[in-house]
């Protein structure tokens, strides 16, 4: 349903600093060890008008593919950059209009890609990971995700050397509070239940 575009959202204010730094722990548990994780977020504080959900998804699912990436180890970078796309960029990308943007961007140093398999690298299903490793939905859904929030998404590639994902996703208004994705709680209620994870994944 997300990358078909029909999922059913919840979109609010969120600082987008802020959920990239809520998920740093996270994404470093995801990533190897000899990866670097590395941001430079905009010091102004940049907000978008997104579910917190899905924004999580997208930060999940890019730093996944690039440790795929980067089998060897190497270095991810993630970016945050408020920004105005201009007509000549419309004009080259059709499916975005000008416009004040945030940008969100995901440079690895890992192998890169060919021309022809960036051209089919937001098809959904289509992977280039052997059998097992891979289900080929992770960089459709975020193509999903960025349509449906009304952004634009990038790849530029160099085989060998890396590639970088950029994605734009319109900014939000500064009238009233952004939100982040947790609340907190003084007081939390404690329960009795016993709780079984099954995750076939072994690093995480």
């Not at 919840?10 to 987008?16: A, N, S």
Request: charge should be negative.
């Amino acid at each position: 349903m997300t990358f078909s575009r029909y999922q059913i959202t919840e979109p609010r204010v969120l600082d987008l600093n802020l959920v990239i730094l809520e998920a740093g722990r996270m994404l470093r548990r995801l990533i190897s060890e000899d990866i670097e994780l590395v941001t430079f977020l905009d010091s102004g504080e940049p907000s978008v008008k997104a579910d917190p959900g899905q924004i999580e998804q997208i930060l999940v699912n890019m730093a996944v593919n690039a440790r795929d990436a980067m089998p060897d180890g190497g270095r991810l970078v993630i970016e945050t950059q408020a920004i105005t796309l201009d007509d000549a960029f419309a004009r080259v990308h059709a499916e975005a209009s000008p416009g004040e943007y945030v940008m969100l961007s995901f440079a690895d140093t890992g192998v890169g890609m060919t021309d022809d398999v960036r051209a089919r690298i937001f098809e959904p299903l289509f992977t280039t990971k052997e059998v097992g490793k891979g289900t080929g939905l992770g960089l459709s859904t975020c193509s999903g995700i960025v349509t449906q929030s009304n952004g634009h998404i990038t790849v530029d590639p160099t085989p060998d050397e890396g590639t970088t994902f950029k994605i734009f996703l319109p900014r939000a208004s500064q009238e009233g509070d952004t939100e982040t994705l947790h609340d907190d709680f003084d007081y939390l209620p404690m329960g009795s239940e016993t709780l079984m994870l099954v995750e076939d994944e072994g690093t995480v």
